[in-house]
């Protein structure tokens, strides 16, 4: 099978990441969400939620036999060794998971939606990296207006992804989220009209 001509698209919390794929995906692209893929690998009867388990207890599933997230994410937040045992674990089924959503998808090419696209390597399954990008302060205010959240633990979550110089500094093309929706939309359908051409140029 010819590989699929792929977009990463990422930027930090609240950056606008899911309006800039869902500006894609009216456009008809197939966009593939790497958090999507997380999710699958480890539902109920997949090898790796047995594995989970096995490792951790059965504690660290709910009642209904579904994997508990927020405890897991408070066990590997507090042990960078067994965050590292599950990376090991996970990041390989993940990566399967992608290629396939992307080889069977319709469309003229591929989005992989991924906020930990650079972080994780899955920067290696695309062709260009697209970063959704805003100032600082602005990210702190969206991303705790949207979620409710104090914005010093947005601040603590920000501190844990890449700086915005160094996502910045990884990127082939950037989308500027600092004005209104409509800016956003004009500048996706802009890069849309660039990629149509490269993935042609690829065939």
């Not at 990296?129 to 207006?145: H, N």
């Amino acid at each position: 099978m010819e590989a699929v001509f792929t977009v990463g698209l990422t930027g930090g919390i609240g950056s606008g990441k899911s309006a800039a794929a869902g500006c894609f995906r009216a456009l008809g692209v197939n966009v593939v969400d790497a958090d999507w893929a997380a999710r699958v690998v480890v539902q109920p009867g997949q090898p790796a939620l047995e594995k989970i388990a096995g490792h951790f207890g059965a504690g660290i599933l709910l009642d209904s036999g579904e994997l508990d997230r927020a405890k897991l994410r408070q066990r590997i937040f507090e042990d960078s060794d067994e965050r590292r045992w599950l990376e090991n674990l996970l990041h390989p089924l993940i990566r399967e998971e992608i290629l396939r959503a992307l080889q069977n998808g319709t469309g003229p090419y591929g989005i992989l939606e991924s906020p930990l696209l650079i972080e994780s390597g899955q920067y290696k399954l695309v062709n260009r990296i697209c970063v959704v990008d805003l100032p600082e302060e602005l990210q702190v205010q969206r991303a705790s207006e949207r979620d409710r959240n104090d914005p010093a633990q947005i601040r603590k979550i920000m501190a844990a992804q890449l700086s915005r110089n160094e996502r910045l500094a990884k990127a082939d093309d950037v989308l500027d989220n600092s004005g209104p929706p409509e800016r956003l939309k004009t500048q996706v359908e802009s890069l849309h009209r660039k990629y149509l051409q490269m993935a042609q140029a690829q065939r």
